[in-house]
């Protein structure tokens, strides 16, 4: 397998939009050395000179690139004919919806239009009929720049303002709008657009277009919240599927990374070992996977870390035993765990899809377990919030057995009984619980500045989950939980402990 390093793109589709550039060249020929098969989509002439110079640099060049020959200029889609007098003003009306549809048809075709690939799965002699999805979409297309001084009367008039509308607003509108129905809902797909340097750097007569450059900066972070999971960059964080859907048992997905347990960094070694023992343990046949998405809840916020089987066509089985979150690089998940065959013709390489599958078992304990700690949580503050001076929820563990929530301030055991009766009362009301995305603002709003989470546990411009129980309390929360509270199941109050000021409240389900 050649180093992932050099091959970030294996595997994955490229679409560039516009070659003229030399940024568009540039970027196709970038993707080629980084493993990507790329299509290039521009006007007819264009692509015969930008081809005739890659092929020259890549043998395998025709088994890469495809091209498509494409007018996306104002003109070409805009181009109906209508003709009656009577029907004039309805034509006029058509013309409209006609060119509107067109443009986006012609971007639609630039997604669907693409090469089937040699998937590892055809290899092994299943057919894969599914075209390769692109992965990432580069916008370079433009005309030619206009330059329009206001000192100049003819210059900058409503028409050349609205002609020059067409590459610079119009497209990457669209273009985004429709990237959004074909990229994978994944944090590995991107889609970029380009602005040029006249946003920061103005030069006379380009008012309009230093205006459209720094609008196009605003609008890229505009998608980027539109569009998520979709990237304006290609960041490889995983996408955390259970924190969007925790019934979600069985996933497809794709490998972007994996490494035998002694390539592992030194701290992401540590997250392995339990003891000194399993050093020594360690083989071999053990790896640590990263895919694009994951159903795996890693061990965190006092939750265990699922188990269960990465599996690829079949016939490649990878028995996760441990998740992690990665101590390395940031906002990946790390699966651990063992190949069922020894034989290196049965492993996952970098581009493989690959289907995840919990253990339903485990995860429904655990987010039993997760819940009624909550649960009780609430159950403590609100009968106790005002009796115990300094109060306050501190970490909590829901690991099976050894499950407890602990507070600031001393929980006299004559609590014990008052504690059960409130829990028994929220888990027989069958609370909603609800899971959202909050922003600092939203706690505020809520009265809760005390829950504001560190900025630096949310990804970049994103919100943080919270998890709300309908009518008790919120808590930011990354684990999985049961919908109402009654699906925790009897919950029992254990003891009570006290140390060094704060108190610890063990429970059970059954
Ligand atoms: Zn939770």
Same mark, same amino acid.
């Given at each position: ?43 007819? *002439? ?16 025709? *088994? ?22 009577? !029907? ?142 979709? #990237?304006? *960059?290609?960041?490889? #964080? ?73 599996? =690829? ?24 765990? #063992? ?7 049965? =492993? ?23 819940? !009624?700690?909550?649960?009780?949580? !609430?159950?403590? #503050? ?95 929360? %990354? %684990? ?9 199941? =009897? ?14 409240? *063990?429970?059970?389900?059954?």
């Amino acid at each position: 397998m050649p180093p992932t390093t050099y091959q970030k793109l294996l595997n994955k589709h490229v679409l560039v939009i516009g070659v003229s550039s030399g940024l568009g060249a540039g970027v196709a020929e970038a993707s080629l050395e980084s493993g990507a098969f790329v299509t290039i989509a521009s006007s007819q *002439s264009i692509i015969d000179a930008t081809i005739d110079r890659l092929r020259e640099l890549y043998p395998e060049f025709d *088994s890469k690139v495809q091209r498509i020959a494409v007018d996306l200029s104002a003109s070409s889609s805009s181009s109906s004919q209508h003709s009656g007098a009577e !029907a004039e003003a309805e034509a006029e009306a058509e013309a409209d919806t006609d060119s509107d549809t067109a443009l986006e048809q012609k971007l639609h075709h630039l997604f669907v239009t693409t090469p089937t690939l040699h998937s590892s799965c055809s290899e092994s002699g299943i057919s894969n009929p599914n075209p390769k999805k692109v992965n990432h979409v580069i916008l370079t297309a433009a005309d030619p720049l206009s330059v329009h001084p206001l000192s100049s009367p003819s210059g900058l008039t409503p028409s050349t303002i609205s002609t020059a509308t067409h590459f610079r607003l119009t497209l990457p509108l669209l273009l985004a709008k429709v990237s959004l129905q074909h990229l994978p809902a994944s944090t590995t797909s991107s889609l970029t657009l380009t602005s040029g340097t006249l946003a920061k750097k103005p030069s006379p007569g380009c008012a309009l277009l230093s205006y459209f450059a720094g609008g196009l900066i605003s609008l890229t972070k505009a998608l980027a919240l539109e569009m998520k999971p979709v #990237r304006g *960059s290609t960041a490889a #964080r995983t996408y955390l599927a259970f924190h969007h859907n925790a019934k979600l048992y069985k996933l497809s997905t794709v490998v972007s990374a994996i490494k035998p347990f002694s390539a592992l960094e030194e701290a992401n070694k540590l997250l392995f070992k339990k003891g000194k023992d399993d050093e020594s343990k360690s083989s071999d046949d053990e790896f640590a996977i990263v895919a694009e998405k994951t159903i795996f809840h890693p061990q965190g916020g006092g939750q265990p870390s699922d188990e269960g089987v990465m599996t =690829k066509c079949n016939d490649s089985v990878f028995r996760v035993s441990m998740v992690r979150m990665d101590a390395v690089n940031d906002g990946q998940v790390l699966h651990f765990g #063992r190949f069922d065959s020894s034989s290196s013709a049965n =492993k996952f390489q970098v581009g493989d899809t690959i289907e995840q599958s919990i253990d339903i078992d485990k995860r429904l304990l655990y987010s039993r377990l997760h819940t !009624a700690g909550h649960v009780l949580g !609430a159950a403590v #503050r609100h009968l106790l919030e005002k009796e115990i001076p300094g109060f306050d929820e501190l970490k909590a563990s829901h690991f099976p057995d050894i499950a407890g929530c602990e507070f600031q301030g001393s929980i006299e055991g004559k609590w014990k009984e008052p504690i059960q009766q409130k829990v028994d009362e929220y888990i027989d009301k069958a609370m909603p619980v609800e899971v959202d995305f909050w922003d600092e603002e939203d706690f505020r709003k809520n009265g809760l500045e005390r829950l504001i989470p560190d900025r630096s546990l949310a990804p970049p411009g994103e919100k943080f989950r919270v998890v709300k129980i309908a009518g008790a309390e919120v808590y930011p929360c %990354g %684990g999985t939980h049961v919908d109402t509270t009654d699906l925790c199941g =009897k919950t029992t109050v254990k003891k009570i402990s006290r140390s060094k000021g704060t108190s610890r409240v *063990s429970y059970n389900v059954d």
